[in-house]
C-alpha cells in the first residue's frame, strides 16, 4: 500500500505526509474482492450503476443519494451491504460508514443492533447510520479505526497468556 501511494505522491506531484498505518481501513477478501460478477452473471447496467453511485457518494452526503441507485448496487450480484458501504466509505469516509465485519461486531458492543440482512434499501443504511451518529457521533474514520483495534483485541490476560505460551514453548 505504501509503495504505491508513494507512487501516486511522486505522480501526482503531492506533498502530504504518507501514512504510517491503515488500521480502521476496511479491507475486501482478496478472493472476493470485485464488485461485480464475471459477464456471465452480470446485468448490463451494474458497471454504470456502481459508478453512478461512486460519483453520487463522492458529491452527496448520504440521505441526498438517488435511492434506487443504490437500491440497484445492492441488487448486483457479487455485492452485499458489507462490500457496498465499504466502498462508500473508501470514496467519502467523513459522510458514509462502513458496514464491514469489525463495525458490525464493534456496533454491537456498544449496544448497537446491526443485522445486515435487514438492510435491503437505502433507508434502511441511513436508520443505521442515523442510530450511529446519535450514540457514537459522526467521526467514521475514527470509529471504523476504533472499530478495528476492538475487533483486534486478545481477550486474555497477561497471566493466562503466560501461561498458554509456556505450556507451548515446553513442549
Not at 472476493?32 to 460478477?37: E, G
Not at 457514537?136 to 493466562?160: C, E, H, K
Request: glycine share 2%; aromatic share 12%; charged share 20%.
Amino acid at each position: 500500500r505504501i509503495a504505491i501511494l508513494e507512487f501516486l505522491k511522486k505522480r501526482f506531484e503531492l506533498s502530504s505526509p504518507l501514512p504510517s498505518d491503515f488500521h480502521g481501513i476496511p479491507v475486501a477478501n482478496k478472493q472476493n474482492a470485485w464488485f461485480f460478477a464475471y459477464s456471465d452473471k452480470r446485468k448490463p447496467n451494474d458497471i454504470s450503476s456502481l459508478w453512478d453511485l461512486a460519483a453520487a457518494c463522492v458529491a452527496m452526503a448520504p440521505d441526498k443519494l438517488p435511492p434506487a441507485t443504490f437500491d440497484r448496487c445492492l441488487a448486483i450480484h457479487q455485492v452485499g451491504v458489507s462490500k457496498l458501504t465499504m466502498g462508500l466509505f473508501w470514496f467519502n469516509p467523513k459522510e458514509y460508514l462502513a458496514l464491514d465485519s469489525f463495525m458490525v461486531n464493534y456496533l454491537v458492543e456498544k449496544s448497537i443492533a446491526v443485522k445486515l440482512q435487514k438492510i435491503a434499501v437505502l433507508a434502511d443504511y441511513l436508520g443505521v447510520v442515523a442510530d450511529v451518529k446519535s450514540k457514537l457521533g459522526d467521526n467514521f474514520p475514527q470509529l471504523s479505526r476504533d472499530a478495528y483495534v476492538f475487533s483486534n483485541q486478545i481477550s486474555i490476560s497477561a497471566d493466562d497468556l503466560d501461561k498458554v505460551l509456556a505450556t507451548f514453548l515446553h513442549q
